[in-house]
């Protein structure tokens, strides 16, 4: 869930559940620092989202989500926590936006220096590119084929979607859980 959702009730009700049946749920809260048109502190009366699970005796962590291997390190406890039948966790991932929240978010909540600095100093492909490098991991070659496939990729999957035929309306019924 993002910064905004963990702010509605249905979000404690399931804290509430998974909590007393003992659920191996991780609860992630993508904290991007801005819901939609406003800053998560302009909207939070409190901002640690790791501690919101306190109540229900969930255990919580706060991750610099900008950190690939803080990231992972995190959701490694989260799992070994839930799969060892420990209950839920939730983990609260601080990252960044460098967009608006949609196609109708111009994002002049900001400054253009703020987003600048994030992707200047904290961007975490440019700090995964960076750790390759240094370890000799890979080399521009090496990075110039990947970005080569994922540009194919996404070109395929563009002109796939593109030339799809709409879906049946009968589809509307289809892999739900009761039928309609």
Do not use: C
């Amino acid at each position: 869930m993002g910064d905004g959702a963990v702010n509605q009730g249905q979000v404690y009700e399931a804290f509430n559940m998974a909590s007393l049946w003992k659920l191996p749920v991780v609860f992630i809260v993508e904290d991007n620092q801005y819901g939609m048109g406003t800053s998560t502190d302009r909207a939070s009366a409190n901002v640690d989202f790791y501690r919101r699970g306190e109540a229900y005796n969930i255990p919580g962590r706060v991750v610099n989500g900008m950190d690939l291997f803080a990231v992972r390190e995190a959701g490694e406890w989260a799992v070994e926590h839930a799969r060892q039948g420990q209950g839920p966790t939730l983990l609260h991932i601080k990252t960044y936006r460098y967009r608006g929240h949609s196609m109708s978010d111009p994002a002049k909540y900001r400054s253009k220096e703020e987003v600048e600095n994030f992707r200047d100093h904290h961007d975490p492909i440019e700090k995964v590119r960076q750790f390759l490098e240094a370890n000799n991991l890979i080399d521009e070659a090496g990075f110039k084929e990947i970005d080569k496939r994922v540009k194919a990729r996404v070109q395929e999957a563009a002109e796939f979607a593109q030339n799809s035929p709409e879906p049946d309306p009968a589809e509307l019924y289809t892999d739900i859980l009761i039928d309609a």
